[in-house]
């Protein structure tokens, strides 16, 4: 969809037309009004030649024109000033596919003028209504002056009481303007919708927004239903980058540092550290800048001129910069353009300094990962800097640590026991946190997430000098997976625990542990009986076989667990699970280490195969991303060298080493 900020009197050589799948006029006196008075209150600041007025978007679809087109002008009518409008034949046609309300009582303030002028007539675009001649009547024979519709027409039709109300709002608004400052207030209210004037233009604009296609009602049905979205960026993008004619190199250098902003801002790895990619659905990256510029404005209106974000969403930021213009006409469009430019610039760097500090890009990618919603971060980061002042970059640092240290902190205490407490037990060593016990849950993702954080900060993993927050995010690697398998249940499917007793069978022979006699054989047996081989066995108790095969699958768990030293609390604690993607943990089943460890490089491998094929953001089929803690778990990173034992299995000293370093980065994160 492109755009422009055109001239308004370059609209008087078209002819619009309104859909009839539109709903009619309904602007009511005090919408009328707010026009009004923010016209008045423009030309009354004594606007510099370089100032305009900016209305508020229309969207339109141009139309093939014909040799018929009602009240054509000629090019010697009016001269065209826009490089894009142009490129249109005079009485050339466009569907409205947004904006009537604004078009049209900027025709009837137009009529009003030629009204109370007969002899010195603007000239107006026309307005037509598809499939509602009455309404076309109405509005192009005038009727909505009372003087035109003696027999009051205007009470049959809605669209055309609405139309009658809003003419009456205008004269009402002119009626006190009497003397010579209300022929002031007139006559240049005129001129601002007359064709260009050098010695006394005073400049209307409108943000033209051009749809291309031949389908004005999917057009519509896009732009209300969200496919189309005119966004708040885009409208101060129009304000801030037009060219007033003497500043051109000005507004080409903005548009050349806008560019390479969001250029910055769509960077992955800078992106993700200060938004999770579910939670901003934008095109435009440099939205979020100005979201933060806008709250700083809004803040500098007056408590009645403030918006509500909540209510005006999707073009709040366009809506303060507009209404703070509006507000400070005392100065020149030219500085307060440059003043809000300047915020944004000032904005951008502030955050593009976090980035390049890869300390802070880790706290602040975090604390955006354990905060909802993550945009509040930012402002809270502005007021931490700010704060700090002078103070330098450590304590800035030390701040973020305190933010990130206290929100670990408080999830992760509130699952101690008012004992534990008492007794001062690590939180990690908590009772309540326990796979087993979803509540639980969260407060494990997320210190593994900060392990993996700081490992990569500290430069301690494989990756990069960076954590890709954005893969983090784009295979949602929020899974725990237990790094010593559970034991066998009856959840799994029937072929599943055959495999996996099989599987422990075998190790348990490769390990040369002793078996209760005729285990293996007796499995064996009872895995071969028809009633065994169903989808899925779910009768518990009352079920022999599953019953027989349990107590047989439970010697040989303990057998094995016994051998690693591992207790039914330990097997579901923090020490034995690592984070991964959903698919991973499907797929590495219950296996052993040194089956995960191959599953996982291979499924890392597919990764950077599509990725190297590949550059939109998508997730690679059967491939993941490896968190770096979860690679150096399952390749016992952590085990002193001299402790690393059997490469197949995950044993006590590999638990307690793996615990001692998420309790550092803990304690560390804490102090």
């Excluded at 009619?24 to 005090?30: A, E, L």
């Excluded at 510099?48 to 002008?73: F, H, M, R, W």
């Excluded at 003497?246 to 769509?266: C, F, P, T």
């Excluded at 550290?273 to 939670?279: A, G, Q, S």
Aim: hydrophobic content about 35%; proline content about 4%.
């Amino acid at each position: 969809m492109a755009f422009s900020l055109e001239p308004l009197f370059e609209l008087r050589r078209f002819s619009f037309f309104i859909p009839s799948y539109q709903r009619g006029y309904r602007w009511d006196k005090d919408q009328v009004w707010a026009l009004l008075n923010d016209l008045k209150d423009f030309i009354t600041s004594d606007p510099a030649p370089t100032d305009y007025y900016c209305l508020q978007p229309i969207v339109v679809q141009p139309i093939e024109s014909d040799e018929n087109t009602e009240g054509k002008l000629t090019s010697k009518t009016i001269l065209t000033h826009s490089k894009v409008l142009g490129k249109y034949p005079d009485g050339a046609k466009f569907i409205v596919i947004d904006g009537q309300q604004r078009l049209t009582t900027l025709y009837l303030l137009m009529k009003y003028f030629n009204s109370q002028t007969p002899r010195n007539q603007l000239i107006t675009y026309s307005l037509s209504f598809n499939r509602r001649p009455k309404q076309t009547d109405f509005i192009n024979r005038n009727k909505f002056m009372a003087d035109n519709d003696p027999d009051n027409t205007y009470e049959e039709i809605i669209d055309n009481f609405y139309l009658r109300k809003a003419y009456d709002a205008i004269e009402e608004w002119f009626e006190p303007l009497q003397g010579a400052i209300g022929d002031d207030i007139f006559n240049k209210m005129k001129i601002m919708l007359n064709e260009k004037n050098p010695d006394n233009f005073i400049d209307i604009r409108i943000i033209w927004y051009e749809l291309p296609g031949s389908n004005p009602i999917a057009a519509f049905d896009s732009l209300n239903y969200g496919s189309i979205r005119l966004t708040g960026t885009e409208l101060v993008k129009a304000m801030l980058l037009a060219s007033n004619g003497k500043n051109d190199k000005d507004a080409i250098n903005r548009g050349h540092v806008w560019d390479r902003m969001e250029k910055s801002l769509q960077d992955p790895l800078f992106w993700s550290m200060l938004r999770r990619n579910d939670n901003f659905d934008r095109l435009s990256h440099i939205e979020f800048i100005l979201d933060l510029v806008a709250d700083e404005f809004n803040d500098k209106l007056p408590k009645e001129d403030r918006r509500s974000r909540s209510n005006d969403e999707q073009w709040f930021d366009y809506y303060v910069i507009d209404t703070y213009f509006r507000n400070n006409q005392t100065k020149s469009r030219e500085e307060l353009v440059d003043e809000v430019w300047k915020a944004i610039e000032t904005t951008f760097n502030q955050v593009r300094n976090w980035y390049d500090n890869p300390r802070w890009f880790h706290y602040i990618g975090l604390w955006s990962r354990l905060t909802n919603p993550s945009s509040s971060v930012v402002n809270q980061l502005k007021k931490i800097e700010k704060d700090t002042g002078d103070s330098g970059k450590k304590q800035f640092e030390e701040a973020l640590r305190r933010e990130v240290g206290g929100l670990l902190k408080t999830h992760l205490h509130a699952l101690l026991t008012d004992l534990e407490k008492e007794q001062r037990t690590h939180p990690l060593d908590a009772e309540r946190l326990d796979y087993r016990i979803n509540t639980s849950h969260k407060a494990i993702s997320e210190m593994l997430l900060a392990f993996n954080v700081m490992l990569a900060a500290d430069g301690a993993s494989r990756e990069q000098s960076r954590f890709p927050f954005h893969l983090y995010d784009l295979y949602k690697c929020t899974s725990l997976e237990h790094i010593y398998p559970q034991n066998i249940n009856s959840e799994m499917t029937p072929g599943v625990v055959r495999a996996l007793a099989k599987e422990r069978i075998d190790m348990a022979k490769a390990l040369h542990l002793k078996l209760p006699e005729g285990l293996a054989e007796n499995l064996e047996e009872k895995f071969s009986d028809p009633t065994w081989n169903k989808e899925k066995f779910d009768k518990g108790e009352d079920d022999p076989l599953w019953m027989s095969i349990s107590a047989d699958i439970k010697k040989l768990d303990d057998t094995l667990g016994e051998y690693v030293d591992i207790t039914d609390k330990e097997l579901h604690s923090i020490g034995n699970l690592a984070l991964v993607d959903q698919p991973t943990n499907s797929a590495l089943s219950n296996d052993y280490l040194h089956v995960k460890r191959e599953k996982l490089n291979q499924r890392n491998n597919r990764r950077l195969e599509w990725e190297m094929n590949h550059n939109d953001n998508t997730v690679a089929p059967d491939g993941t991303y490896i968190m770096p803690a979860t690679a150096m778990v399952f390749a016992k990173h952590f085990t002193a060298a001299s402790s690393i034992g059997d490469v197949r299995l995950w044993r006590k000293e590999d638990r307690t080493a793996y615990l001692a370093a998420l309790k550092a980065t803990y304690n560390r994160l804490t102090k």
